[in-house]
């Protein structure tokens, strides 16, 4: 029997955000937003998900408003609407957060400030200046803990060097 996705019973705004968000794959796919990924075929590659259920979570996103559909050059990207945009904090905190079940010392992914080029603590704010920028400011890099190359997609390649968030492949 397959597990439900609501939380009827539970008056809680954590529960309405995890009907949204919290199914297996959906953190993964708005990771893959942030870091600049629009289109299907690419989270599919990247991710290495089924179809059928890549499929389900992105209308799911869609309909949830986090995600909005726009057409380009005949085909479909998936942009961060400002309801996704207000999510970075949150996933920001969860990588952090796996950095250091694994590895504190060793992340893998390091996020600095666009602004200033300080790498930005675990709870997102900038050392240097004190802001805590958004995703539209916020540069991704490899970190110590992300070990040797081994994917050769477009995607992968480019995720080797510093960029902007959300800048689209």
Known sequence: M?????????????ARALEIVGERWTMLILRETFFGVRRFTDFQQRLEISKAVLTQRLSTLVDAGVLERQPRGGRTDYVLTEAGLALWPSLHALIRWGDGRSDPVRRRRIFSHSGCGADIDEFGRCPACGSVP????????????????????????????????????
């Open 134 to 169: 958004g995703p539209t400011d916020i540069l991704v890099r490899p970190g110590p803990g992300l070990g040797a190359p081994t994917r050769t997609d477009p995607i992968s390649i480019a995720l080797r060097d510093e960029r902007a968030l959300l800048t689209p492949f």
């Open 2 to 14: 397959a597990l439900g996705t609501d939380y009827e019973t539970q008056d809680c705004s954590l």
